[in-house]
C-alpha cells in the first residue's frame, strides 16, 4: 500500500514525522509531495497511490482520474468542500475528515479576534471588553462548541442555534442557551461567530438582512468558511451601518475593497490561519494517518463524509 501527503502548505514536520511512523509501523509505503506549484506534480504523485492525505488541497475529479489504484482520501481538517465528493463516490472512494483535531486551535482564534476587534485592533484609543456581552453561536458542533465554552469562561451571555442537533441537553451541558431560529441568534448576538460549513444549503446564506438585525456596535466573526457569506450584502450592511463590524479568517473575494471603504471596522486574517497551530497540525496529521492504516486493517469508516 502507497500512502501520499499531497500538501500545498506542509504539515509541521513534526505531524510529517509521526504520519510516517504510523504508516510504515503498517507496513505501508510514505510518499511526500509539499509546496507543489503546479496541479500537474499533484495529477503526477497520484498515479500509483491507494490513499491519500490532503489538507486544503483540492481533490478534483482529474485527480481522482488520475489515481486509478486510489481507495481513500483523508482531509486532516474539517471541511472537506475541497473534495470533490460525487466523482469520489462514483468510483468507490471513502473521503474522510478528521472532526475535532483542529477545533481547539480555530475556536482560540474567534476568541482572539473578538478581543483584537473589540481593542482597536491594537492602535490606541478606548476599546471593549466581551465580557458581559452576548454571543451567538452559528452551529453548535466540534467547533462551535468550544467557541461556547471560552465565551463562558470570558463572562459572555452565550446563546447557539444548530438545527441538527436533537438534545437540548449538549447546550445544557454547557450552559448555553439555545435559540429556535437564525433570525433571533443574530438579532441578539453582539458577538456573532460563524461555524456552519459550506454546503448547497448555506453558500451565501449570512447576508445583508441578518446583519441588519444585530444590535448595536455588533461583530461578525467568520472562521468558518467565505462561501458563506453573502458578500454584496455584507458590503451595504457595512456602508449602512457605521456601527458594524466583520472580522474573518477567511479573506473575503472582495476584501481589498471592505478594507479601504470601512478600513479598522474589517479585519481578515492574511492567510487562513484557524488551524495553523502545531498542535492542530500533528492531531489531526495523525489521525489521518491512524484512519487509513485502521481503514485498510479493519474496515472501519467511521469518519467517512460521503456514505
Ligand atoms: P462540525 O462538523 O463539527 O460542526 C458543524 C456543525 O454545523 C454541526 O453541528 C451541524 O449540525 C451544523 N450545521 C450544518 N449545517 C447547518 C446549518 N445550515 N445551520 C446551522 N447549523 C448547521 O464542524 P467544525 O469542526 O465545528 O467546523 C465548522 C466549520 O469551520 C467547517 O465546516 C469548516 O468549514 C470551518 N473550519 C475552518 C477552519 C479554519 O482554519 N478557519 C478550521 C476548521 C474548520
Do not use: C, W
Amino acid at each position: 500500500m502507497k500512502v501520499l501527503i499531497a500538501t500545498e502548505k506542509p504539515f509541521a514536520q513534526k505531524a510529517v514525522d509521526g504520519i510516517r511512523r504510523i504508516v510504515e509501523e503498517a507496513g505501508y509505503e510514505l510518499a511526500l509531495l509539499e509546496k507543489y506549484t503546479d496541479k500537474a506534480q499533484l495529477l503526477e504523485a497520484v498515479a500509483d497511490v491507494d490513499a491519500l492525505i490532503i489538507r486544503s488541497d483540492k481533490v478534483t475529479a482529474e485527480v481522482i482520474a488520475a489515481a486509478p489504484q486510489l481507495k481513500i482520501v483523508v482531509r486532516a481538517g474539517a471541511g472537506y468542500d475541497n473534495v470533490d465528493l460525487a466523482a469520489a463516490t462514483a468510483r468507490g472512494i471513502v473521503v474522510m475528515n478528521t472532526p475535532g483535531q483542529n477545533s481547539n486551535a480555530v475556536a482560540e482564534l474567534a476568541i482572539a479576534l473578538m478581543i483584537y476587534i473589540s481593542r482597536n485592533r491594537f492602535t490606541p484609543g478606548t476599546g471593549h471588553e466581551i465580557m458581559g456581552k452576548t454571543l451567538g453561536i452559528h452551529a453548535y458542533g466540534n467547533v462551535g462548541k468550544l467557541v461556547g465554552r471560552k465565551g463562558k469562561a470570558m463572562g459572555m451571555e452565550v446563546i447557539a442555534y444548530d438545527p441538527f442537533i436533537k438534545e437540548d441537553a449538549v447546550f445544557e451541558a454547557d450552559g448555553v442557551k439555545r435559540v429556535g431560529s437564525v433570525e433571533e441568534l443574530y438579532a441578539k448576538a453582539d458577538f456573532l461567530s460563524l461555524h456552519i460549513p459550506a454546503t448547497e444549503q448555506t453558500r451565501g446564506s449570512i447576508g445583508y438582512e441578518l446583519l441588519m438585525s444585530m444590535p448595536k456596535g455588533a461583530t461578525l466573526v467568520n472562521t468558518a468558511r467565505k462561501e458563506v457569506i453573502d458578500e454584496a450584502g455584507l458590503m451595504r450592511a457595512l456602508e449602512e451601518r457605521e456601527d458594524l463590524k466583520y472580522v474573518t479568517d477567511i479573506a473575503a473575494g472582495i476584501q481589498a475593497e471592505l478594507d479601504e471603504k470601512f478600513g479598522k471596522r474589517v479585519f481578515a486574517t492574511p492567510k487562513k490561519m484557524g488551524a495553523e497551530t502545531a498542535e492542530a497540525n500533528l492531531n489531526a496529521g495523525l489521525a489521518a494517518a491512524r484512519q487509513i492504516v485502521d481503514f485498510f486493517k479493519t474496515g472501519n469508516t467511521r469518519f467517512q463524509v460521503n456514505k
